[in-house]
């Protein structure tokens, strides 16, 4: 029988620590709905000391998602612990994952700790944490830079006390695969009581490896990935889940994979990824494996030629078992509501009749204008309608006076959610400069908050190419990230910057840096 590879999604943990990531309740539910139904075995909901919002979050997923284990982060202290399963004890299978460092430069520049002592801390966190549930996770922080025999001598200890998951993390990326490979096979030689744990590894990808150590550690016996859809994290990101659970299911040819298996619904990744992307704002690059634009897209004559012949050629997967469809024209301006909602629910979309009805009207203004309309266009204007769902300050009008000789301006309208309608003009060195000035004058938010990213994306291809715009603009330290979608890139430059200054209203706190 196959062995069963557990995937654990941190995404809405370690992947909203990218500096600008920070999402509300809301948007985290959609995101925890999406991995439920990529059939992940565990997701990380956040870390719940860290804030409110962070507590608040992972109760809502924890309350809401049923088919995953739900997992909250905590330190080895107490209080954490406590924190954790306050928000956790709703879920239908909950885990409390703790942590402390073990690395000598983490326990000497950071805990000020010895040995002994960081031993007997993590001891006490798993004895704590079993208290409330037998299902705990327990991480060594910086593992993969931690001297092998306290390594061992820690892990046992922490399976002794109570601990079902052990986790081995390459932190800062440090680690080559062999070397990671070979620290996991050490493992399971020298802890005499690893059989009555799951080993697990969390990957970072400061050096570009995590997805290889990742890999490399299921080889030799680790039995748990931990990962984020599309590489999200901290740094320079985490394990790409849809390169690691690909690689498991394409290359079961490699005798270490034979009788291995995850339990995800594939067709599901694509969906997932650019629903991530979408409330994120942050674009997956063309290249990308598995799920980037040009992840089956061929251009050289040569394996054109080829893959027409054979599709194995030069695929070595499907793109369909990845729920990559063609893009077809589906819908038109004829096309009705009722059409509309089937291939939303299709596209994996369950809107609100309000949502419905706006949305609806956003596709009918599109396909007067649009020859050709895509899944892409449609996901597009419904991601966009449904980012900006809890907004306080949404836009409404906007003109642009624009040329070779004369100074950009704009005329912008702006409804506020207590009921009030702003009107300013702004001139700038360009039209979108223009737009955005204008906004600073009706929102007082945008004063402080400077622009440090603006970038433009075309949804399909063609003159009338859907645009989707995303800002990331800093105020105090903090940083945020807005997208908005429109046939005109303007129109799609005002929504993304009232996009990210409605999230500097809601100051949210981000939450503490962990694992």
């Given at each position: 029988m196959a062995e069963r590879v557990l995937v654990f999604d941190t995404t809405l943990r370690d992947g909203e620590q990218s500096p600008g990531a920070s999402m509300n309740i809301e948007e985290k539910l959609r995101i925890a709905r999406q991995l439920e139904r990529l059939r992940v075995d565990v997701i990380e909901a956040g870390f719940p000391i860290a804030s409110v919002g962070d507590f608040e979050s992972v109760r809502e997923v924890a309350q809401q998602v049923r088919e995953c284990c739900i997992a909250g982060l905590a330190r080895a202290r107490f209080a954490d612990i406590d924190r954790a399963w306050e928000a956790l004890s709703g879920a239908e299978n909950p885990r409390i994952h703790t942590f402390i460092a073990t690395s000598p430069i983490h326990r000497q520049h950071k805990l000020g700790m010895t040995q002994d002592q960081v031993v007997e801390a993590a001891v006490a966190?798993?004895?704590?944490?079993?208290?409330?549930?037998?299902?705990?996770?327990?991480?060594?922080?910086?593992?993969g830079r931690t001297e092998l025999d306290?390594?061992?001598?820690?892990?046992?200890?922490?399976?002794?006390a109570g601990a079902k998951t052990v986790n081995i993390p390459d932190t800062v990326g440090y680690t080559m695969p062999e070397e990671f490979g070979a620290r996991i096979a050490y493992l399971v030689q020298h802890v005499d009581n690893i059989h009555k744990a799951v080993i697990s590894v969390h990957c970072h990808n400061d050096l570009g490896l995590a997805v290889a150590n990742s890999l490399a550690a299921v080889a030799n016996g680790a039995r748990q990935v931990e990962c984020t859809i599309n590489g999200l994290g901290e740094r320079a990101g985490n394990a790409s889940l849809e390169e690691v659970v690909m690689a498991l299911r394409t290359r079961r040819d490699y005798l270490p994979f034979q009788n291995l298996e995850t339990r995800v619904e594939t067709t599901e990744i694509i969906r997932t990824s650019r629903l991530v992307s979408t409330i994120t704002g942050f674009?997956?690059?063309?290249n990308k494996a598995i799920v980037g634009a040009n992840a089956f897209a061929h251009e050289s004559g040569i394996h054109q030629d080829g893959v027409l012949k054979e599709v194995t050629t030069y695929e070595i997967m499907t793109p369909e078992s990845v729920g990559l469809a063609t893009n077809r024209m589906v819908l038109g301006k004829h096309s009705g509501r009722h059409a509309f909602k089937e291939r939303l629910r299709e596209l994996g979309y369950e809107l609100e009749d309000e949502q419905l009805d706006r949305a609806f009207r956003r596709f009918k203004g599109l396909a007067d204008m649009k020859q050709e309309l895509l899944d892409a266009d449609i996901q597009a204007l419904v991601d966009d309608e449904v980012i900006r769902e809890d907004d306080y300050y949404h836009l409404g009008r906007l003109h642009v006076a624009s040329g070779t000789q004369d100074t950009p301006v704009a005329a912008v309208t702006i409804h506020v959610g207590d009921g009030k309608i702003l009107h300013a003009t702004g001139s700038g060195v360009g039209p979108i400069d223009a737009v955005f000035q204008a906004i600073h004058k009706l929102i007082p938010e945008a004063g402080a908050a400077r622009l440090n990213l603006y970038q433009v994306s075309a949804v399909t291809g063609g003159m009338d190419a859907q645009a989707v715009v995303t800002v990331r603009l800093e105020q105090g330290g903090r940083l945020v990230q807005g997208q908005g979608a429109d046939n005109d890139v303007i129109v799609a430059s005002a929504r993304a910057f009232i996009n990210a200054l409605n999230k500097l209203v809601r100051r949210e706190n981000t939450p503490r840096k962990g694992v």
């Open positions: 966190a798993v004895r704590r944490a079993v208290r409330y549930t037998s299902n705990v996770e327990w991480s060594a922080e910086d593992a306290f390594l061992c001598r820690i892990v046992t200890a922490v399976i002794d674009p997956v690059q063309p």
